[in-house]
């Protein structure tokens, strides 16, 4: 098995901070750029462009995604199932699928109009910070995807999150900011035991695993809002859509329901003790 390498942000992930004005759009709605760039020129008052969308993207301040336009066959990174997993279409990545593009990616669009890439990101929480990692890839022999601005999509939350950066009067437009620089270890991180439930249903079978994979790795026990973040970029099927503060998930009936912060706070502390 290949060991994950993650891939600590060079720059802080963008978060809204003002109420959003820019016309009808939620935050998990999925935008062309060029929809994307007029909403967030809406709300900010002065320009945001394609381009501004691209660098932000390529620093990892915002995620960016874009349609395949063939079906590939794919693998995850220990060459393991990657998705579908037991069904026909197995390890196969879809035309018109959306995907998470790699960082890399995102740099060649900002720079040059067009990427070739073959790997998807992942997300997962370390140390308290929000890091890639290449979660899988196309298999040998499969040609590279080709992307272009046109074929990109954001999500309202970022697009949002980006408007806000623009929103300041010029001089008072914060530059990009570096990331905190994330320790080897936490040692000052406190011990804590997982316990597994009797049964599972609606989005505690995918909390348990998120949580668990943080026990094993010795990391801090995420919190509610940690969970938002990482399935707001990376959501399990269990969830149907991540909100500012939580998330609709499907029950046992497959009807939709809502968890908020303190009803996850609730969840983690029945899956977990302090020691």
């Known amino acids: 098995m290949n060991d994950v390498r993650y891939y600590p942000p060079m720059f802080t992930r963008l ?31 002065e ?19 874009a349609i395949v336009h063939r079906t590939a066959k794919v693998q995850k990174h220990d060459g393991g199932i990657y998705c579908n997993g037991g069904q026909e279409n197995e390890n196969m990545v879809p035309a018109g699928a959306i995907a998470t593009l790699p960082l890399t990616a995102c740099q060649h669009l900002a720079a040059a109009g067009r990427a070739s890439w073959r790997t998807f990101d992942g997300f997962e929480m370390v140390e308290g910070v929000l890091q890639r990692y290449t979660k899988g890839l196309l298999v040998a022999g499969e040609p590279d995807f080709e992307t272009v601005p046109d074929d990109c999509r954001v999500v309202g939350y970022d697009v949002h999150a980006l408007a806000d950066e623009y929103t300041a009067p010029e001089a008072q437009q914060a530059e990009p900011q570096a990331a905190p620089v994330v320790a080897e270890s936490a040692s000052n991180a406190q011990a804590w035991t997982i316990a597994k439930p009797q049964r599972f249903n609606g989005y505690t079978a995918p909390l348990h695993r998120l949580i668990a994979a943080a026990h094993r790795e010795g990391k801090p026990c995420p919190t509610a809002r940690d969970v938002v973040e990482v399935w707001r970029i990376n959501a399990p099927a269990e969830i149907a859509k991540v909100l500012p503060d939580g998330f609709d998930y499907y029950d046992a009936k497959g009807d939709t329901k809502t968890a908020d912060l303190e009803a996850i706070r609730k969840a983690i502390r029945r899956m977990t003790s302090a020691r």
């Open 47 to 65: 320009p945001v462009t394609i381009g501004d969308f691209l660098r932000a993207a390529g620093r990892g301040e915002i995620t960016l995604r």
């Open 15 to 45: 978060e809204p901070r003002t109420p959003w004005a820019g016309g009808r759009m939620v935050d998990t709605d999925v935008l062309t750029l060029a929809d994307a760039a007029s909403m967030a020129t809406k709300h900010a008052g």
